[in-house]
T-cell receptor, first 114, second 112 residues
Protein backbone atom coordinates (compact mmCIF):
# COMPACT_ATOMS: atom_id res chain seq x y z
CA UNK A 1 0.00 0.00 0.00
CA UNK A 2 1.23 3.47 -0.88
CA UNK A 3 -0.60 5.07 2.05
CA UNK A 4 -1.09 8.80 1.48
CA UNK A 5 0.51 10.37 -1.57
CA UNK A 6 0.68 14.02 -2.59
CA UNK A 7 1.23 15.62 -5.98
CA UNK A 8 3.31 17.65 -6.71
CA UNK A 9 6.20 17.58 -4.23
CA UNK A 10 7.40 21.08 -5.08
CA UNK A 11 5.87 24.02 -6.89
CA UNK A 12 6.73 27.66 -7.50
CA UNK A 13 3.91 30.04 -8.40
CA UNK A 14 3.69 33.71 -9.21
CA UNK A 15 1.24 35.88 -7.32
CA UNK A 16 -2.22 35.53 -8.80
CA UNK A 17 -1.67 32.15 -10.41
CA UNK A 18 -3.84 29.18 -9.54
CA UNK A 19 -3.05 25.57 -8.85
CA UNK A 20 -4.46 22.37 -7.41
CA UNK A 21 -2.75 20.03 -4.97
CA UNK A 22 -3.80 16.40 -5.16
CA UNK A 23 -3.97 14.01 -2.22
CA UNK A 24 -4.69 10.33 -2.67
CA UNK A 25 -5.07 7.54 -0.10
CA UNK A 26 -5.48 3.82 -0.61
CA UNK A 27 -6.59 2.89 2.92
CA UNK A 28 -10.33 3.41 2.32
CA UNK A 29 -10.42 6.12 4.99
CA UNK A 30 -13.52 8.24 5.38
CA UNK A 31 -11.77 11.28 6.82
CA UNK A 32 -9.25 13.45 5.01
CA UNK A 33 -7.51 16.69 5.96
CA UNK A 34 -5.37 19.46 4.55
CA UNK A 35 -2.87 21.24 6.81
CA UNK A 36 -0.30 23.92 6.26
CA UNK A 37 2.94 24.08 8.20
CA UNK A 38 4.86 27.30 8.66
CA UNK A 39 8.03 27.84 10.70
CA UNK A 40 7.21 28.24 14.37
CA UNK A 41 3.48 27.71 13.79
CA UNK A 42 3.07 23.96 13.94
CA UNK A 43 0.36 22.50 11.73
CA UNK A 44 -2.86 24.34 11.08
CA UNK A 45 -5.97 22.74 9.64
CA UNK A 46 -7.18 24.32 6.40
CA UNK A 47 -10.13 22.13 5.36
CA UNK A 48 -11.28 18.62 6.04
CA UNK A 49 -13.75 16.06 4.76
CA UNK A 50 -15.79 13.49 6.66
CA UNK A 51 -16.73 11.54 3.56
CA UNK A 52 -17.09 11.53 -0.20
CA UNK A 53 -18.87 14.65 -1.41
CA UNK A 54 -18.50 16.53 1.88
CA UNK A 55 -16.05 19.23 2.93
CA UNK A 56 -15.79 21.66 5.83
CA UNK A 57 -13.65 24.56 6.96
CA UNK A 58 -10.85 24.21 9.44
CA UNK A 59 -8.88 26.84 11.28
CA UNK A 60 -7.40 28.75 8.30
CA UNK A 61 -9.65 28.22 5.22
CA UNK A 62 -9.42 31.66 3.58
CA UNK A 63 -7.90 31.63 0.10
CA UNK A 64 -8.37 27.87 -0.35
CA UNK A 65 -11.05 25.62 -1.78
CA UNK A 66 -11.36 21.84 -1.62
CA UNK A 67 -13.25 19.04 -3.27
CA UNK A 68 -13.79 15.37 -2.47
CA UNK A 69 -15.48 13.88 -5.52
CA UNK A 70 -14.01 10.44 -4.91
CA UNK A 71 -13.44 8.83 -1.52
CA UNK A 72 -9.76 8.27 -2.16
CA UNK A 73 -8.94 11.79 -3.38
CA UNK A 74 -8.95 15.18 -1.67
CA UNK A 75 -8.03 18.23 -3.75
CA UNK A 76 -6.82 21.58 -2.41
CA UNK A 77 -7.13 24.56 -4.73
CA UNK A 78 -5.59 28.00 -4.67
CA UNK A 79 -7.55 30.26 -7.03
CA UNK A 80 -5.27 33.29 -6.78
CA UNK A 81 -2.03 32.54 -5.00
CA UNK A 82 -0.52 35.05 -2.59
CA UNK A 83 2.95 35.16 -1.00
CA UNK A 84 1.31 34.48 2.38
CA UNK A 85 0.40 31.03 1.07
CA UNK A 86 4.04 30.05 0.80
CA UNK A 87 4.16 27.01 3.05
CA UNK A 88 4.48 23.26 3.26
CA UNK A 89 1.14 21.56 2.76
CA UNK A 90 0.35 18.19 4.28
CA UNK A 91 -2.56 15.95 3.54
CA UNK A 92 -3.73 13.33 6.01
CA UNK A 93 -6.38 10.66 6.26
CA UNK A 94 -7.87 8.64 9.09
CA UNK A 95 -10.31 5.82 9.71
CA UNK A 96 -11.85 7.63 12.66
CA UNK A 97 -12.17 11.36 13.19
CA UNK A 98 -8.70 12.76 13.82
CA UNK A 99 -9.30 13.69 17.44
CA UNK A 100 -9.89 10.06 18.38
CA UNK A 101 -7.96 8.27 15.69
CA UNK A 102 -4.56 8.05 14.13
CA UNK A 103 -3.95 10.34 11.18
CA UNK A 104 -1.73 9.12 8.34
CA UNK A 105 0.17 11.94 6.71
CA UNK A 106 1.53 12.34 3.21
CA UNK A 107 5.09 13.51 2.47
CA UNK A 108 4.09 17.12 1.90
CA UNK A 109 4.10 19.68 -0.91
CA UNK A 110 6.45 22.63 -0.65
CA UNK A 111 4.83 25.65 -2.29
CA UNK A 112 6.55 28.96 -2.93
CA UNK A 113 4.57 31.97 -4.14
CA UNK A 114 6.66 34.78 -5.55
CA UNK B 1 -9.92 25.86 20.25
CA UNK B 2 -7.83 24.23 22.95
CA UNK B 3 -4.51 26.13 22.82
CA UNK B 4 -1.47 23.98 23.48
CA UNK B 5 1.96 24.99 24.75
CA UNK B 6 5.13 22.92 24.54
CA UNK B 7 8.80 23.65 25.20
CA UNK B 8 10.49 24.82 22.03
CA UNK B 9 13.46 22.50 22.39
CA UNK B 10 15.01 19.82 24.58
CA UNK B 11 18.35 18.06 24.65
CA UNK B 12 19.09 14.56 25.85
CA UNK B 13 21.68 11.81 25.60
CA UNK B 14 21.40 8.30 24.27
CA UNK B 15 19.93 5.87 26.77
CA UNK B 16 18.16 8.51 28.86
CA UNK B 17 14.43 8.83 29.42
CA UNK B 18 12.88 11.96 27.93
CA UNK B 19 9.68 13.59 29.15
CA UNK B 20 7.98 16.26 27.03
CA UNK B 21 5.07 18.13 28.57
CA UNK B 22 2.20 19.81 26.73
CA UNK B 23 -0.09 22.30 28.45
CA UNK B 24 -3.72 22.54 27.33
CA UNK B 25 -5.54 24.51 30.00
CA UNK B 26 -8.85 24.84 28.17
CA UNK B 27 -9.17 21.27 26.98
CA UNK B 28 -12.78 20.28 26.38
CA UNK B 29 -14.53 17.32 27.94
CA UNK B 30 -14.51 15.22 24.78
CA UNK B 31 -11.01 16.16 23.59
CA UNK B 32 -8.37 13.49 23.17
CA UNK B 33 -4.62 14.09 23.33
CA UNK B 34 -2.41 12.73 20.59
CA UNK B 35 1.32 12.95 20.03
CA UNK B 36 3.09 12.89 16.68
CA UNK B 37 6.73 12.68 15.64
CA UNK B 38 8.10 14.47 12.60
CA UNK B 39 11.44 14.09 10.85
CA UNK B 40 12.75 16.71 8.38
CA UNK B 41 11.02 16.67 4.99
CA UNK B 42 8.46 14.10 6.16
CA UNK B 43 4.89 14.18 7.36
CA UNK B 44 4.13 13.67 11.05
CA UNK B 45 3.81 10.11 12.33
CA UNK B 46 1.47 8.94 15.10
CA UNK B 47 3.09 7.98 18.39
CA UNK B 48 0.37 7.61 21.03
CA UNK B 49 -3.09 8.82 22.04
CA UNK B 50 -4.95 9.03 25.32
CA UNK B 51 -7.92 10.53 27.13
CA UNK B 52 -7.02 10.20 30.81
CA UNK B 53 -4.57 8.51 33.20
CA UNK B 54 -1.80 6.53 31.54
CA UNK B 55 -1.42 4.92 28.17
CA UNK B 56 1.58 2.83 27.09
CA UNK B 57 2.57 1.27 23.80
CA UNK B 58 5.74 -0.26 22.46
CA UNK B 59 7.49 3.07 21.88
CA UNK B 60 6.17 5.56 24.45
CA UNK B 61 3.98 6.31 27.44
CA UNK B 62 1.49 9.11 27.86
CA UNK B 63 0.64 10.47 31.28
CA UNK B 64 -2.50 12.59 31.75
CA UNK B 65 -3.35 13.97 35.20
CA UNK B 66 -6.90 13.98 36.54
CA UNK B 67 -7.57 17.62 35.56
CA UNK B 68 -6.33 16.88 31.99
CA UNK B 69 -4.84 20.35 31.67
CA UNK B 70 -1.49 18.92 30.68
CA UNK B 71 0.00 15.73 29.34
CA UNK B 72 3.49 14.25 29.30
CA UNK B 73 4.99 12.13 26.57
CA UNK B 74 7.65 9.80 27.93
CA UNK B 75 10.25 8.23 25.64
CA UNK B 76 12.29 5.52 27.38
CA UNK B 77 15.96 5.10 26.56
CA UNK B 78 16.17 7.43 23.57
CA UNK B 79 18.58 6.86 20.69
CA UNK B 80 20.00 9.18 18.05
CA UNK B 81 17.16 8.21 15.73
CA UNK B 82 14.66 9.80 18.14
CA UNK B 83 15.99 13.24 17.19
CA UNK B 84 12.87 14.86 15.72
CA UNK B 85 10.10 17.35 16.35
CA UNK B 86 7.31 16.16 18.64
CA UNK B 87 3.81 17.62 18.40
CA UNK B 88 0.98 17.53 20.86
CA UNK B 89 -2.51 17.54 19.29
CA UNK B 90 -5.69 18.22 21.20
CA UNK B 91 -8.92 17.50 19.39
CA UNK B 92 -12.45 16.33 19.76
CA UNK B 93 -14.09 13.24 18.51
CA UNK B 94 -17.64 14.35 18.95
CA UNK B 95 -19.48 17.22 17.36
CA UNK B 96 -16.48 19.55 17.38
CA UNK B 97 -15.42 18.50 13.92
CA UNK B 98 -12.39 20.37 12.63
CA UNK B 99 -11.35 21.67 16.03
CA UNK B 100 -7.87 20.23 15.93
CA UNK B 101 -5.01 22.21 17.41
CA UNK B 102 -1.39 21.18 17.05
CA UNK B 103 1.15 22.66 19.42
CA UNK B 104 4.18 24.44 17.99
CA UNK B 105 6.26 21.36 18.50
CA UNK B 106 9.28 20.45 20.60
CA UNK B 107 12.61 19.93 18.87
CA UNK B 108 14.27 17.00 20.61
CA UNK B 109 17.99 16.56 20.01
CA UNK B 110 19.60 13.36 21.23
CA UNK B 111 23.37 13.50 21.67
CA UNK B 112 25.79 10.54 21.61
Amino acid sequence: NAGVTQTPKFRVLKTGQSMTLLCAQDMNHEYMYWYRQDPGMGLRLIHYSVGEGTTAKGEVPDGYNVSRLKKQNFLLGLESAAPSQTSVYFCASSYRLAGVGEQFFGPGTRLTVL
Amino acid sequence: LAKTTQPISMDSYEGQEVNITCSHNNIATNDYITWYQQFPSQGPRFIIQGYKTKVTNEVASLFIPADRKSSTLSLPRVSLSDTAVYYCLVGAGGTSYGKLTFGQGTILTVHP
